[in-house]
Structure formats: structure tokens, C-alpha cells
T-cell receptor
Framework: QKEVEQNSGPLSVPEGAIASLNCTYS??????FFWYRQYSGKSPELIMF????GDKEDGRFTAQLNKASQYVSLLIRDSQPSDSATYLC???????????FGTGTSLTVIP | DTAVSQTPKYLVTQMGNDKSIKCEQN?????MYWYKQDSKKFLKIMFS???????INETVPNRFSPKSPDKAHLNLHINSLELGDSAVYFC???????????FGAGTRLSVL
């Protein structure tokens, strides 16, 4: 079983719609959760991080964490073509400072 | 100023050669990492150093040897390069308490 699992997609949404990206993780000891965006040929850049159960909003982005169900999601409201990228979910266990990335979900926003 | 910088950006070499990739961060972070991203875009951690001490050493061939001369630098030396080493290598840094990682631009290694 992989530490972090994501649907690889591709996920296509029309411009202005809500894009929903999901991620599950296997280790209940995980404590920090991150969403990174990676454009083709570029490095990952941090979009959101969340530590506590519930929702965290930042502009058009909302991260949702449910530790009981071991999933974390990212909602992108009013999707723009510039949001087209691969979104990587990352999970951190403080014990050993282990970081695990999912394989990423490819998102295409259609104008 | 670039926060996490890696050199070189591209590296093309023959099988069997030895090469190094350098990484420097000016963020004052205490932890640095090396990741390998393969053709399927899977980002896998290789090494992590905290205050120059190795804290993560995933299952990586011993042909790969990291070196951290100080907190701001983490270099990666690769001996006897193989075709399967072709990938993009990313350096990253974080402040351990917050664990938010910042990535360098990557080094695209092609082994011919």
C-alpha cells in the first residue's frame, strides 16, 4: 500500500467551475498535510498546508482534512486556465521527519 | 535572490561517469532534502539532512552520496552513473518545526 494515494487523472473542468482533488494516506501518525502545484518542467510550489481537521481557505483554494477517514482534499473555486498543472499531495510524519508525496493529479481547466 | 538554487540545471553524461549536483539555500532553514522525480512524475525522497546530520536515507544505491558542508548547502555526488539514474533531481529546504518545503528549480540528468 502506498503511503499517499491520488487519482492521477487527468481531471478536466471548464473555466469557472470548482475543481476537486483528493488524496488519501495510510499512516494515522501523519500530522502535516500539504498541497503543491507543479507546472510542466517546473519545480513544485506550495499552495496550501493544513494541520487540523476541518477546512482552511486561502483565496480560491480550500484544503479539507479529515484525519478519521485519512483523507485530505483541495478545492479550487472559479478555476482558471492558469490552474492547469499537476497537483501533488504531501504528508509528513514528525517521527523521523518522513515526507511522502502522492503521484499527483493532472488538472486541465478548459477555457 | 533565488531561495533554493541548484546547479547545473541540465546534466548530460555517459554511463559510468561520476557527477555532482550542488544545492544552496539562503532561507536560513535547518533541513535540506534531495528528491528524485522520474518520468512518471513520482517525487521520491532520497536524503534529508538536519543541521548537517543525515536524518533520512531512503533505499538509494550507495553510488549516491550526499554531502552537507554546512546548513546552507547539500550536494549530491553520483558515482558510476546508470541509464536508470536519468530523472529530474530536486533539492528542497525547510525549517524543521514548520516542515514547509521550498524547492529548487531542479536538475535534469540524462545518462546516455
Amino acid at each position: 500500500q502506498k503511503e499517499v494515494e491520488q487519482n492521477s487523472g487527468p481531471l478536466s473542468v471548464p473555466e469557472g467551475a470548482i475543481a476537486s482533488l483528493n488524496c488519501t494516506y495510510s499512516d494515522r501518525g501523519s500530522q502535516s498535510f500539504f498541497w503543491y502545484r507543479q507546472y510542466s518542467g517546473k519545480s513544485p510550489e506550495l499552495i496550501m498546508f493544513i494541520y487540523s481537521n476541518g477546512d482552511k481557505e486561502d483565496g480560491r483554494f480550500t484544503a479539507q482534512l479529515n484525519k478519521a477517514s485519512q483523507y485530505v482534499s483541495l478545492l479550487i473555486r472559479d478555476s482558471q486556465p492558469s490552474d492547469s498543472a499537476t497537483y501533488l499531495c504531501a504528508v509528513n510524519r514528525l517521527s523521523g521527519n518522513q515526507f511522502y508525496f502522492g503521484t499527483g493529479t493532472s488538472l486541465t481547466v478548459i477555457p | 535572490d533565488t531561495a533554493v538554487s541548484q546547479t547545473p540545471k541540465y546534466l548530460v553524461t555517459q554511463m559510468g561517469n561520476d557527477k555532482s549536483i550542488k544545492c544552496e539555500q539562503n532561507l536560513g532553514h535547518d533541513t535540506m532534502y534531495w528528491y528524485k522525480q522520474d518520468s512518471k512524475k513520482f517525487l521520491k525522497i532520497m536524503f534529508s539532512y538536519n543541521n548537517k546530520e543525515l536524518i533520512i536515507n531512503e533505499t538509494v544505491p550507495n553510488r549516491f552520496s550526499p554531502k552537507s558542508p554546512d546548513k546552507a548547502h547539500l550536494n549530491l555526488h553520483i558515482n558510476s552513473l546508470e541509464l536508470g539514474d536519468s530523472a529530474v533531481y530536486f533539492c528542497a529546504s525547510s525549517q524543521r518545526a514548520k516542515n514547509i518545503q521550498y524547492f529548487g528549480a531542479g536538475t535534469r540528468l540524462s545518462v546516455l
